[in-house]
């Protein structure tokens, strides 16, 4: 297990931490990598990529299916599926009051949106993350949305799509965030038995309980650029273990040479690529 | 909450707790701990317990419960982890195949056993391992300690996440039953890996939960320090999980604690798996994989 181990070395690499602090101070529209700044509506004619460097911005869900979904298309399903607060978690803050600034900054029911779609003409069922919406964390109703989605494209006998985007388990729920993980892929072992597929698209960041979930187990898994795709996240690495990270740690393309996905995938390629899966799996 | 519990006190939870007086205190438990307000040295009582540094091990409950035991090593891949303990042996009168988190004694089984905390290659050798199983028929019993899979470099080079999620489909789809029993630390999804199972028990004095209780003082509270304030929010106990819906019951342990009488805590450990792999005989292997998914569908509390 140690042959591809990098020597231990005592200093701790910072690097990773100073782009977190200088990313909280940054506008939202300007390029962390080239510092191109964008309106609104450049952005989102974009599809958030940054035009002149390629840096993929995270792209809020809703703006995700307008783009993927053929135009009105897109069936939302599932949305009166709302978090509750099972232990009357209270952090810093009350988790309810967590769950209504949410909803209200992002305009979202949920971590999660899904529904039935087509794309280039081939129907489907999609899963859309928000890390917008604390974290793209997994409660129980993410959990409940994917699951329903497993069950909505079994019975319409369709492929899903998941586009995912989360830190992981969402903490304030405690044990029962964690059962989302058997919960999602009990779902998607039905899914499996009736012969359809998962495909899954990985957006920046998919971290814990989603890696170590259903979004390790696509049939066909792609990854935008540069996305964050660890179980832990570099900087508690860093803390725990001490140890020296390479700079694309955790990054879509060591995952790819790790032989983690299947592909990484500009966003631009990404529908005719899903087509393209969509038109071999077809039955 | 009143109501979930009177709810809880109608179903036969409690897992062959041996003598009616332990089956009492550990209903008189489940009354007092699982209130929304037990208080913070209630709940780290169980934390430290948990993690007691003489608490017994799955080799400790090994040498004390399984017959002619063969541990078997690697995972024929690359490696052989030794956080995670795998083999065959004779359990209350039948082949069983035992997969088990070992964390060190010493310092030195310590740092073999990196603490407990498995690599990738720790949950493909219990993949493999749950191949023979299923190949063979024998069920699968998991003891769980952990305090979460290990959190390093070439863990996630070598596909920590697929790990995790791989091994919960195995057991999924598993054609033989399975038993799975926290008996110290189940940190997250280093110890989920090997807990998706038919039963589902913890020791009285186990825990069970999403984070461990200081990275999630670190990530809400950003101070470690508030470790017992965060485990107190998000109540790893036994009681609780088992009020939560996500295990199936509670394994009594000796007063005080595995660790003061590790010969009875195994004797009682022993008789619960006994139990629970008796109720599971006889079930063909396509039902108790529709029943697994159903049980584990069901898990969450949303509005």
């Known amino acids: 297990m140690s042959e591809t181990r990098i020597d231990a070395e005592t200093t701790i690499d910072v690097t990773v931490e100073r782009v977190g602090r200088a990313a909280e101070a940054r506008h939202p529209n300007t390029c962390p990598r080239c510092g191109s700044h964008y309106r609104d509506d450049e952005l989102e004619a974009a599809i958030h990529v940054c035009a002149h460097c390629g840096f993929h911005f995270r792209m809020p869900a809703r703006a995700r299916v307008a783009w993927l979904a053929d135009a009105g298309s897109f069936r939302e399903q599932a949305a009166e599926v709302r978090s509750a607060d099972p232990l009357h978690f209270f952090d810093l803050r009350p988790y309810r009051e967590r769950i209504a600034e949410a909803e209200l900054n992002t305009g979202l029911p949920e971590a999660i949106i899904i529904g039935s779609a087509r794309l280039e003409n081939h129907p489907l069922e999609l899963a859309v993350m928000d890390f917008s919406f604390l974290g793209g964390s997994m409660g129980s109703a993410v959990g409940e949305k994917f699951v329903r989605a497993c069950d909505a494209a079994l019975a319409a006998g369709v492929p899903l799509l998941l586009v995912s985007s989360s830190g992981g388990a969402r903490m304030q729920e405690g044990i029962l965030s964690l059962m989302q993980l058997p919960k999602t892929i009990s779902a998607l072992d039905e899914l499996h038995e009736a012969g359809l597929p998962l495909f899954n698209v990985l957006t920046d960041p998919t971290t814990g309980g989603l890696m170590a979930s259903v979004a390790s187990l696509g049939d066909v898994t792609i990854a935008e650029p540069g996305a964050l795709l660890a179980f832990t996240g570099p900087r508690v690495v860093q803390s725990i273990i001490k140890e020296k990270l390479p700079d694309d740690f955790g990054r879509s393309e060591q995952n790819l040479r790790f032989g983690q996905i299947d592909a990484i995938l500009p966003r631009s390629e990404q529908r005719p690529y899903l087509a393209r899966l969509l038109r071999l799996f077809g039955r | ?303």
Request: net charge neutral; aromatic share 6%; hydrophobic share 40%.
């Open chain 2, 1 to 303: 909450m009143r109501e979930r519990l009177s709810r809880l006190r109608s179903l036969p939870l409690l897992q062959r707790t041996g003598v009616a007086a332990e089956e009492r205190r550990l209903r008189h438990q489940l009354d007092s701990v699982s209130r929304v307000d037990a208080s913070e040295e209630e709940i780290w009582a169980f934390v430290e317990l948990a993690r007691h540094p003489e608490r017994p091990y799955t080799l400790d409950y090994v040498e004390r419960i399984v017959e002619d035991w063969v541990e078997l090593h690697g995972d024929r891949g690359r490696a052989d982890d030794g956080a995670i303990v795998a083999g065959i042996g004779r359990l209350a009168g039948r082949t069983v195949a035992l997969l088990g988190h070992q964390k060190g004694r010493d310092l030195k089984e310590r740092l073999r056993r990196q603490y407990g905390m498995p690599h990738p290659e720790g949950y493909a050798k219990a993949g493999r391992v749950m191949d023979l199983a299923e190949r063979f028929g024998f069920p699968v019993v998991s003891l769980i300690d952990t305090p979460g899979a290990y959190p390093g470099l070439v863990a996630e080079q070598h596909g920590q996440g697929g790990a995790i999620a791989r091994s919960q489909a195995k057991m999924i789809t598993l054609g033989v039953p399975s038993v799975a029993c926290v008996i110290g630390e189940g940190g997250s999804g280093g110890a989920l890996a090997l807990a998706v199972s038919d039963r589902v028990l913890m020791q009285e004095n186990a825990i069970y939960s999403v984070i461990t209780p200081e990275g999630c003082a670190q990530i809400l509270w950003r101070d470690q320090g508030q470790a017992r304030k965060a485990a107190a929010a998000f109540k790893p106990d036994a009681f609780h999980c088992l009020e939560l819906g996500v295990i199936d019951g509670i394994v009594a342990e000796p007063p005080g604690g595995a660790q003061n009488d590790p010969d009875r805590a195994a004797a009682q450990l022993q008789e619960a798996l006994a139990a629970a792999l008796d109720d599971l005989a006889g079930i063909p292997g396509s039902e108790l994989r529709r029943t697994r998914r159903q049980k584990f569908r069901a898990m969450g509390v949303y509005a």
